[in-house]
């Protein structure tokens, strides 16, 4: 037996099996993709459930060093989407049976925003009969936010560690109280507490990032317990400081193969958790996100923001579908899904199956 297959056979990976599996290429890295695939297909089956993303607004008042729209970033078009616009993409998603939505927006905190998002879920709850799935993606909020959002009908929520590793988080954001690592790992315990249902992620191939902060990463995740994963590639936007220490790092393509091996070895670590194929995936190849539901991923978050405020939206550069409307979208899902023989789980909140297992109070 060679050594990839050896490790795969094991029970538990340990930190030095994933650092391992984690360096893969070739005729070795498709016996790791073979075997994640594997699991998957045994697990979670080859149904993929779908999030309709609205990118509410891009107004954030956080300054992450590598994020286009960086609050310090003059040269974004700012927007916020209406409660109507909202409500109009989440009706399409109901409409045409997308299962769930997932709410994105750039990190404000105040009431009038708090506020906004309440009456975006209790409007949607009604719009739908409360059948739809609601994920929010807002960013670090008091417990008290998490929890008024929690009971007005959101039951998911993403919010991204980044990085697990303190040190490399600190470099990739600006070392203020409003970016304190601490602040990231107490929200994702205060949501896990009010019973949501928690996802976070990080992006694979930043400056300063090697295999070892990777494994780490992915032991914090199994950790955590988490129910749901995003993770992409970092791709670097001119208009961020993190963008002058793009020498010396991966090929884009070395992000996209390293990015898929993370989701690969997250779906054998974590069986029954829901991973989501990422836009960031598809900016780098356009098979990007079907590459991973192949080798581990089983959620797709088709964007369904109006078409003219997509462009605005670019946490980094070259971001795809940003010329297109929701409807172009929906022709192209069903195709691209059973071009790697999967089926859509139409009309389902398709919920982790971890976290069914879990002993908590369960939202909705
Ligand atoms: N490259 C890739 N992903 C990025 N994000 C923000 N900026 C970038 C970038 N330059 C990701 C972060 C954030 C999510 C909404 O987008 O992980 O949590
Ligand atoms: Fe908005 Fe990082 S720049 S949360």
Avoid at 48 to 72: A, H, P, Q, W
Avoid at 75 to 103: K, T
Avoid at 270 to 288: F, R, S, V
Wanted: charged letters at 25%.
């Amino acid at each position: 037996m060679n050594r990839v297959s050896d490790i795969l056979s094991r029970k538990e990976l340990l930190r030095d099996d994933i650092i391992f599996l984690l360096q893969l290429s070739g005729e070795d890295e498709k016996i790791l993709f073979r075997h994640a695939a594997q699991v998957k297909q045994e697990t979670v089956g080859n149904k993929v459930f779908l999030r309709g993303l609205v990118e509410m607004s891009n107004v954030c008042r956080k300054d992450c060093l590598y994020c286009g729209i960086r609050t310090s970033n003059s040269d974004v078009n700012r927007y916020s989407l209406s409660e109507y616009e909202v409500l109009s993409a989440i009706r399409f998603a109901h409409e045409n049976r997308y299962g769930s939505v997932a709410l994105q927006s750039g990190e404000l905190t105040g009431k009038s925003f708090t506020d906004k998002i309440s009456r975006i879920i209790a409007r949607s709850e009604e719009l739908t009969g409360g059948s739809i799935g609601i994920t929010l993606s807002c960013g670090e909020q008091s417990e008290e936010v998490y929890r008024e959002w929690f009971d007005k009908g959101a039951h998911r929520y993403l919010l991204r560690i980044e990085s697990s590793s303190r040190e490399l988080y600190e470099r990739i954001h600006p070392r203020d109280a409003n970016h304190r690592f601490d602040a990231r790992v107490n929200a994702l315990y205060a949501l896990r507490k009010i019973g949501y249902q928690v996802g976070t992620g990080v992006m694979v191939g930043l400056p300063f990032q090697n295999v070892e902060h990777l494994a780490d990463d992915l032991l914090f995740m199994k950790r955590f317990d988490i129910d749901m994963c995003g993770m992409g590639p970092y791709i670097e936007h001119k208009d961020t400081p993190l963008y002058s220490y793009r020498e010396g790092l991966m090929t884009l393509n070395e992000r996209l193969q390293l990015t898929l091996r993370m989701i690969a070895i997250l779906r054998i670590l974590m069986p029954d958790i829901n991973i989501a194929a990422t836009t960031a995936l598809q900016a780098i190849d356009k098979m990007g996100r079907e590459k991973a539901i192949q080798i581990g991923a089983n959620i797709l978050m088709p964007n369904i923001t109006p078409g003219r405020f997509r462009d605005s939206y670019a946490l980094y550069e070259n971001k795809p579908c940003t010329d297109e409307n929701a409807d172009d979208c929906k022709s192209c899902i069903d195709v691209r899904v059973h071009l790697v023989n999967h089926e859509v789980g139409y009309a389902h909140w398709g919920d982790s199956p971890r976290f069914a297992k879990r002993d908590v109070p369960k939202g909705k």
